[in-house]
């Protein structure tokens, strides 16, 4: 299994992707009666919500009855110059679930063998697997003062309907820190900013390395994930209204969790 700090992405790479008029981009707020430009905090930017780049491999299309077979997390951060840069990778590979269905054409396609010594060897049972990845998930959610996470991926919720499957298998709701609906997904934003909807070829318009010969793990395809979400993010303008702020209210409890 991949480290963190293996998979952990270097913030430089992105940060020289972008213009150099970060000084007047988005992400960075005026102080009310001065000039100086104060960079917004992660929370601000999302509402409290952390966003969080997620991708599964599984045996096949079904959440309730195919095996989900690994999963990758890569919180999504923000550093004191207001560029969105990949934290620190959180992975697993997954035993499936008694009495899932192995469907012999996804695990051709993913080319993942349940089966194979070496991967028994480090796979882990759901719910072992998926508090660790929320425990650490947490604690950067804790450390960003954010409430809760909302999932990333490309066609997103195909990754969330088999998150949520697995948390009610594994009996850990109390533990998830994911909304139960709310999604990023970066097909419908690289369709917005380069007219692509394949993984792939929105990270060449990107200008971002993809090999595929490494598709199709969860981990490299969260790694890429994240990284086009971040570079979307550093290069895309908002709007003129962006970060319009009305008064805030309190927001009744199914609105932050179970709506």
């Known amino acids: 299994m991949t480290t963190q700090n293996d998979a952990a992405l270097p913030k430089d790479t992105l940060a020289n992707n972008v213009d150099n008029t970060l000084d007047s981009a988005p992400n960075n707020i005026t102080d009310a009666g001065t000039d100086e430009q104060t960079p917004m905090k992660?929370?601000?930017?999302?509402?409290?919500?952390?966003?969080?780049?997620?991708?599964?491999?599984?045996?096949?299309?079904?959440?309730?009855?195919?095996?989900?077979?690994?999963i990758a997390c890569i919180p999504v951060l923000?550093?004191?110059?207001?560029?969105?840069?990949?934290g620190e990778a959180l992975n697993a590979h997954i035993e499936p679930f008694e009495g899932a269905n192995l469907e012999p054409s996804a695990l051709a396609?993913?080319?993942?063998?349940?089966?194979?010594?070496?991967?028994?060897?480090?796979?882990?049972?759901?719910?072992?697997?998926?508090?660790r990845i929320f425990k650490g998930l947490k604690e950067v959610r804790r450390a960003e003062d954010c409430r809760q996470c909302v999932l990333i991926g490309h066609n997103a919720h195909f990754d969330l309907a088999f998150l949520n499957a697995a948390v009610l298998r594994s009996n850990s709701k109390n533990h998830n820190p994911f909304h139960n609906f709310s999604v990023f997904?970066?097909?419908?934003?690289?369709?917005?900013?380069?007219?692509?909807?394949?993984?792939?070829?929105?990270?060449?318009?990107?200008?971002?390395?993809?090999?595929?010969?490494?598709?199709?793990?969860?981990?490299?395809?969260?790694?890429?994930?994240?990284?086009?979400?971040?570079?979307?993010?550093?290069?895309y303008p908002m709007l003129a209204n962006a970060m319009h702020s009305e008064p805030e209210t309190a927001e009744p409890e199914s609105a932050t969790n179970d709506k």
């Open 42 to 70: 992660l929370k601000d930017r999302f509402r409290k919500f952390l966003p969080v780049v997620v991708d599964v491999e599984t045996a096949g299309f079904n959440a309730q009855t195919d095996a989900l077979l690994e």
């Open 78 to 86: 923000l550093d004191e110059h207001g560029v969105f840069y990949p």
């Open 109 to 131: 396609f993913t080319g993942i063998d349940p089966n194979n010594p070496m991967r028994k060897a480090i796979a882990e049972d759901e719910k072992t697997a998926l508090r």
């Open 185 to 235: 997904d970066t097909v419908t934003l690289s369709a917005l900013a380069f007219g692509q909807t394949v993984l792939a070829r929105a990270c060449k318009a990107a200008g971002l390395d993809f090999d595929g010969n490494n598709a199709h793990s969860a981990l490299y395809d969260t790694q890429k994930t994240a990284e086009l979400f971040c570079h979307i993010l550093n290069n």
